[in-house]
């Protein structure tokens, strides 16, 4: 991503605070895990959408007094030690290319200066990152911190600034939505390799290793999300995880899944049958769901909800489902299909906006209806990911195969 995205993103935060505001991001650190062992680290993605770095144990800080904004980036100081035992650590110049920040410090520095900060003439208001995803959720170093400066400085007001954060993240950049397609044409080429080894008697985990294999092969060293490869009764469970059941002849495996490419995220669902062959009930099932995916496709547009959305996929369930005999009420619809048919994509899978506000151009959006027959032993999901534009959708993943005609004809050969 060009300095220059990052560069605007800090001037329109930036610009929503008040003079004499200090706002700090964090980019956080990896938890432990046992031993000397860490978990592997995820960078902070409003961090990230603020500097482009992706890298642990920084800090970004942003004063806005005098008229005038700086900003200041902190970094770990080079340790020669630690450059041989563990790898080459981010010099100031690297981290001045990379977000455009100038004035580059070590972050031994950052809570004095941070003081000073809010012991100053100027000093309105402290802006942190103080999302919480759950109400139990363990604190973040950003909540201890606050909770920390607010007995150190009654009185001292603190705000979050994840909401304005997460408002300007919505709609999608051009950049963002190529680095989108990116990790989708990495997936698509993931998915085709495992259509292309599948075979019956396998194990999930093979389909997940072919997976695996092309996105690391082309870059994308760790997925978007956890993957699901779900076959036959399994595939009735959303977020089936274990993905260690050995595939029968004539099941069907549902893939749920995604390549991560510079902090942007895939997330794409296909169903196939092992053997390369859709039986009859199979196809029946399987097609309504793609007429589902086509309508929902269709309706997506500026204006609507995602909400919106998945009604026109329920509305079409309630009609098709009776039509089969699998239902013959409308309600009954959320027997087979008990999840949305949307959510907003991006630098997180399950990205920011909520499902009630109406989509607007450059909201990255999921299409993913589903049909779940657990006494048939059979779950379909078809997910594709959609960019809003001025007229309607452009469909980012379309050339992601999902014709039964074509699944069977690629996986015949």
């Known amino acids: 991503m060009d300095k220059h995205f990052h560069m605007d993103n800090r001037k329109a935060l930036m610009d929503t605070l008040p003079e004499g505001g200090v706002a700090v991001l964090f980019s956080g650190n990896p938890p432990h895990r046992s031993a000397d062992a860490s978990y592997n680290f995820s960078v902070n993605r409003n961090f990230l959408y603020m500097t482009g770095i992706a890298r642990e144990n920084l ?9 005038k904004v700086l900003e200041r980036l902190y970094i770990d100081p080079i340790n020669e030690r630690y450059q041989k035992w563990i790898g080459r650590q981010l010099t100031p110049a690297q981290a001045t290319e990379i977000s455009g920040i100038e004035d580059v410090r070590e972050n031994t520095n950052l809570m004095k200066e941070l003081a000073a900060e809010l012991n100053g003439y100027h000093f309105t208001g402290l802006w942190l990152d103080l999302f919480r995803y759950n109400v139990d959720d363990m604190k973040s170093y950003e909540q201890k ?5 607010g007995k150190k400085y009654p009185g001292a007001a603190i ?5 304005t954060v997460f408002n300007a993240r919505r709609n999608k950049k051009p950049c963002e939505i190529e680095k989108i397609r990116k990790a989708i044409a990495i997936t698509d080429d993931g998915i085709n390799n495992m259509m292309r080894h599948s075979k019956p ?3 999930e985990y093979e389909f997940e290793a072919n997976f695996m294999f092309e996105l690391i092969r082309q870059g994308a060293r760790t997925p978007a999300f956890g993957t699901i490869l779900a076959s036959g009764d399994s595939a009735t469970i959303l977020h089936y995880v274990e993905n260690n059941r050995q595939t029968e002849d004539g099941q069907m495996i549902l893939l749920d899944l995604g390549a991560d490419w510079e902090g942007y995220c895939a997330d794409i669902s296909r169903t196939f049958p092992v053997n390369g062959k859709f039986t009859e009930r199979q196809a029946v099932l399987y097609s309504i769901v793609l007429e589902a995916n086509r309508r929902a496709i269709a309706f997506a547009k500026p204006g609507v909800t995602q909400d919106d959305i998945n009604e026109v996929v329920k509305a079409y369930y309630a009609e098709a489902l009776k039509e089969i005999g699998l239902i013959d ?6 027997r087979y299909y008990y999840h949305g048919c949307a959510h907003s994509l991006g630098l997180d899978v399950h990205d920011v906006g909520d499902k009630d506000q109406p989509l607007v151009p450059g909201v990255v959006t999921t299409i993913e209806p589903g049909l779940y027959v657990a006494e048939e032993g059979i779950g379909i999901r078809i997910e594709d990911d959609i960019v809003i534009t001025e007229t309607g959708c452009e469909v980012l993943s379309a050339g992601i195969i999902k014709e039964i005609a074509d699944i069977e004809t690629f996986m015949a050969k």
């Open 59 to 67: 800090a970004l800080m942003l004063i806005k007094k005098s008229g």
């Open 145 to 149: 911190l606050a909770h920390d400066l």
């Open 159 to 163: 705000h979050s600034l994840s909401n």
């Open 201 to 203: 008697g396998m194990f």
């Open 329 to 334: 009420k409308p309600e009954e619809v959320a």
